[in-house]
């Protein structure tokens, strides 16, 4: 009977506490926490603790490795991150990074708790693919992940790499393709280099982009991503496709600052050096981003002291594509 009653009471604390809870904190970097095998825990996977009396989650981390005791699986969690200064107490539940539990937790927006790895996520969840009105390339795609707009349409080869073509340049009569290859992903840095070439038959005119981004760790609400686009056209002058279509008209190096809000709506700004006009610009906008579907719009310049409203000073941009 006793022995029982020790399975049921077993049963029920898992039932209570879902995935897992907090038993002991070593110090404010790392915790003890026993938790549920079949909730998929693994070493190396992203947790978030939720306050037992609040039931907001106040910190995020990562398991470390796991040991038994007395039957009981314990997990090791290295602290990641804390929000707004909470204590993390014992009984404190843990919970695994997931958009379910994302949407279920209602939890804000936070740059290093983005997801990746499946197509089925949520975009909202996921770091940029594409800057919207910077015209500017994120990192990849998930595999067999699209991007779809009225200007491209970017496919996710794996994990790594993505490839496009530029609808404006095919309608056109351009035959164009693009590729960006993901190089370096860890907490230090995320580094992503692209290029991208189209040429036209009948006037014999090509052009030619290469560029990177880099991002640099990320940490609560804000994160910098530092990228250049380098433009090459040789028939610069005729060219229909850079002076009547006004695609890839000029070289640009840029940084672009991301925040993202409490809805995972994202605040985009940073300035831009245009290299052809030797001028600094730069723009300012808001990314509205549902479960696939994308919107921004924004206010942007080629040249700060230049102050008349116009396309070569102040102008409205805006953009919208899917991610699915």
Same mark, same amino acid.
């Given at each position: 009977?006793?022995?029982?009653?020790?399975?049921?009471?077993?049963?029920?604390?898992?039932?209570?506490?879902? *995935?897992?809870?907090?038993?002991?904190?070593?110090?404010?970097?790392?915790?003890?926490?026993?938790?549920?095998?079949?909730?998929?825990?693994?070493?190396?996977? #992203?947790? #978030?603790?939720?306050?037992?009396?609040?039931?907001?989650?106040?910190?995020?981390?990562?398991?470390?490795?796991?040991?038994?005791?007395?039957? +009981?699986?314990?997990?090791?969690? =290295?602290?990641?991150?804390?929000?707004?200064?909470?204590?993390?107490?014992?009984? +404190?539940?843990?919970?695994?990074?997931?958009? *379910?539990?994302?949407?279920?937790?209602?939890?804000?927006?936070?740059?290093?708790?983005?997801?990746?790895?499946?197509?089925?996520?949520?975009?909202?969840?996921?770091?940029?693919?594409? #800057?919207?009105?910077?015209?500017?390339?994120?990192?990849?795609? +998930?595999?067999?992940?699209?991007?779809?707009?009225?200007?491209?349409?970017?496919?996710?080869?794996?994990?790594?790499?993505?490839?496009?073509?530029?609808?404006?340049?095919?309608? +056109?009569?351009?035959?164009?393709?693009?590729?960006?290859?993901?190089?370096?992903?860890?907490?230090?840095?995320?580094?992503?280099?692209? @290029?991208?070439?189209?040429?036209?038959? *009948?006037?014999?005119?090509?052009?030619? *982009?290469?560029?990177?981004?880099?991002?640099?760790?990320?940490?609560?609400?804000?994160?910098?991503?530092?990228?250049?686009?380098?433009?090459?056209?040789?028939?610069?002058?005729?060219?229909?496709? @850079?002076?009547?279509?006004?695609?890839?008209?000029?070289?640009?190096?840029?940084?672009?600052?991301?925040?993202?809000?409490?809805?995972?709506?994202?605040?985009?700004?940073?300035?831009?050096?245009?290299?052809?006009?030797?001028?600094?610009?730069? @723009?300012?906008?808001? #990314?509205?981003?549902? =479960?696939?579907?994308?919107?921004?719009?924004?206010?942007?310049?080629?040249?700060?002291?230049?102050?008349?409203?116009?396309?070569?000073?102040?102008?409205?941009?805006?953009?919208?594509?899917?991610?699915?």
């Amino acid at each position: 009977m006793k022995s029982l009653f020790s399975v049921i009471l077993f049963i029920f604390t898992f039932c209570a506490w879902g *995935q897992g809870y907090v038993t002991k904190i070593n110090n404010s970097r790392q915790i003890l926490a026993r938790v549920n095998e079949q909730k998929g825990f693994m070493v190396d996977t #992203m947790v #978030m603790i939720v306050s037992a009396r609040e039931g907001r989650v106040v910190a995020f981390g990562k398991i470390h490795d796991f040991k038994m005791k007395d039957l +009981d699986i314990i997990a090791k969690i =290295d602290i990641t991150e804390i929000l707004d200064n909470s204590l993390i107490l014992i009984d +404190d539940e843990v919970e695994a990074l997931d958009y *379910q539990n994302f949407e279920r937790r209602k939890l804000p927006g936070f740059n290093s708790v983005t997801l990746k790895g499946s197509h089925k996520i949520p975009s909202q969840y996921k770091e940029l693919a594409y #800057m919207g009105v910077f015209s500017s390339d994120g990192h990849t795609l +998930d595999k067999n992940e699209f991007l779809i707009s009225p200007f491209q349409i970017q496919y996710g080869i794996n994990d790594n790499i993505s490839v496009k073509i530029v609808n404006a340049l095919f309608l +056109d009569g351009y035959v164009n393709t693009g590729g960006k290859v993901r190089i370096v992903n860890n907490k230090y840095a995320k580094i992503t280099l692209n @290029t991208f070439g189209a040429y036209k038959l *009948q006037s014999q005119d090509w052009i030619g *982009q290469f560029g990177g981004i880099l991002t640099m760790p990320s940490n609560a609400k804000f994160q910098t991503h530092w990228m250049a686009n380098f433009t090459f056209d040789p028939q610069f002058e005729e060219a229909h496709a @850079t002076k009547s279509l006004g695609l890839y008209q000029d070289s640009d190096i840029r940084s672009i600052t991301e925040y993202i809000t409490d809805s995972w709506n994202r605040v985009l700004w940073g300035p831009t050096y245009n290299v052809k006009l030797q001028t600094f610009g730069g @723009t300012l906008s808001y #990314m509205w981003i549902w =479960d696939s579907f994308h919107m921004s719009l924004g206010l942007a310049t080629k040249n700060f002291a230049d102050l008349n409203f116009g396309r070569e000073s102040y102008y409205y941009v805006y953009d919208f594509f899917w991610r699915f």
